[in-house]
């Protein structure tokens, strides 16, 4: 099993910025990928960013890129996503996901963390 702990949501207004935290523990070497995954009130889970734990590739959503960035820190088993120019459209549940395979598809991520609230007021 692979655990993930989400952390680093919060409340902010639109232009500001907000880091969120992924720590994952277990047997993580049977993940190769790491995804951040958002769902705002009466949608659809949507993905947003992913990042390979062994190369450091990664693949946003146009939605965000150019705003987020996600990143790694292998020692710590972390991986960060890293909002700025947040918009009240970014205003979700905040999901980390580990996956065999870099992928925007949410079906195949077989672990996730708990979820972290981001809230961006206009």
């Known amino acids: 099993q692979v655990q993930l702990v989400t952390s680093g949501g919060g409340l902010v207004q639109a232009g500001d910025s907000l880091t969120l935290s992924c720590a994952a523990s277990g047997r993580t070497f049977r993940t190769s990928t790491v995804g951040w995954f958002r769902q705002a009130p009466g949608k659809e889970r949507e993905f947003a960013a992913a990042?390979?734990?062994?190369?450091?590739?990664?693949d946003y959503a146009d939605s965000v890129k150019g705003r987020f960035t996600i990143s790694r820190h292998n020692p710590k088993n972390t991986v960060y996503l890293r909002m700025t120019n947040l918009k009240p459209e970014d205003t979700a549940v905040y999901y980390c996901?580990?996956?065999?395979?870099?992928?925007?598809?949410?079906?195949?991520?077989?672990?996730w963390g708990q979820g972290t609230q981001v809230t961006v007021s206009s």
């Open positions: 990042i390979s734990w062994t190369d450091g590739r990664t």
């Open positions: 996901a580990a996956a065999r395979t870099m992928t925007k598809r949410p079906t195949e991520y077989d672990y």
